[in-house]
């Protein structure tokens, strides 16, 4: 099974991405109202803002120079990250409502953070992808890293487009500065 590729599509001018305000409208501590440890270490959930995109000029530059699933037509959101001061993850989750999601990387979150795939044991590894947000790291509620084994990981490059599973557990590891990227799904 693969959990992600990289793609061959073109850089985003960055003209256009100077046109985007990250500034958050829906800004969270993404920790699904838990405390995480691995081992007896606490791990830290980042802030986590998304918003849709108002560019109509990058809207019309992704339809003229990358082939969108026939399903994604649209930027679906922009999405921001910024990080917790100490030891900060990304928390193991599915997302709220796609399968699935193809991101281009303005910023990685640090030259070592990696996006890690998970296992829950005895669990299947295709998750249930929700109708709506719940405020739940699964559709079937919390998974505790010792319940978790790693199978795949990815440290994406900046200014560059992937193809992500998104309804695998998955989250992000040795976040040390800012993640910002475009994200686009059904």
Not at 11 to 22: A, G, M, N, W
Not at 55 to 66: D, G
Request: net charge negative; hydrophobic share 30%; with cysteine.
């Amino acid at each position: 099974m693969e959990f992600y590729q990289q793609l061959a599509w073109p850089q985003i001018p960055k003209e256009l991405l100077d046109q985007i305000s990250f500034s958050g409208r829906n800004s969270y501590i993404l920790d699904y109202g838990k405390r995480y440890y691995r081992g007896q270490q606490e791990i830290h959930a980042p802030l986590w803002t998304a918003m849709d995109t108002e560019s109509t000029a990058l809207q019309a530059w992704l339809k003229e120079n990358i082939t969108l699933p026939p399903t994604a037509t649209t930027v679906q959101q922009i999405l921001c990250q910024s990080t917790h001061p100490t030891h900060c993850e990304m928390i193991p989750h599915t997302d709220v409502i796609r399968s699935y999601a193809i991101n281009y990387f303005i910023e990685t979150g640090g030259q070592n953070s990696e996006t890690t795939w998970y296992q829950e044991k005895d669990q299947p590894i295709l998750r249930t992808v929700r109708s709506e947000f719940n405020n739940q790291q699964i559709a079937e509620g919390w998974v505790g890293y010792d319940d978790l084994t790693e199978i795949a990981h990815l440290r994406a490059q900046p200014h560059t487009w992937y193809w992500f599973r998104t309804d695998v557990i998955h989250g992000v590891k040795n976040l040390t500065g800012t993640r910002k990227y475009i994200s686009i799904s059904e």
